[in-house]
């Protein structure tokens, strides 16, 4: 059993390693730097283009680097880009290379999952309704 979930984690590191190094060879290549997302995104106007983010990504303790997680992935940056590069796919390949390799600190989203785990458990998902039921009332 631990092997298989050993071997498992190991796959799932190299897929995602391949996945990201995709990524940022990508965008570097693509990438003309023209800086019109620079201009309408507050991510790239704090960190700089795609290229040089994807450029300086592995020169950095990129493990330790929280950078991929302040991008909301709105997609503005792929909207506006005149070459169609998506940034956005590389900023997420970034989290999940970073989330797989146990190297960043998610303490404060921890209270978080353990709340979803609790909410959708058994215990407190029903998906039934009374018998004469017409109408349900969601709150919130």
Request: charged content about 25%.
């Amino acid at each position: 059993m631990i092997q298989n979930q050993l071997d498992k984690e190991f796959l799932e590191s190299i897929r995602n390693r391949k996945e990201l190094k995709s990524s940022l060879w990508e965008i570097s290549e693509e990438c003309i730097e023209c800086g019109l997302c620079v201009k309408q995104c507050a991510f790239l106007a704090k960190y700089g283009t795609p290229k040089k983010i994807a450029e300086n990504w592995y020169h950095e303790d990129a493990g330790l680097s929280q950078d991929p997680f302040e991008c909301s992935l709105c997609n503005l940056c792929t909207a506006v880009c005149p070459v169609k590069i998506d940034p956005r796919q590389m900023f997420l390949a970034m989290r999940r290379y970073t989330a797989a390799s146990s190297k960043a600190d998610f303490a404060k989203q921890k209270p978080l999952v353990k709340f979803e785990q609790r909410g959708t458990s058994k215990r407190y998902s029903f998906y039934g309704l009374p018998t004469g039921c017409d109408s349900v009332f969601f709150p919130g």
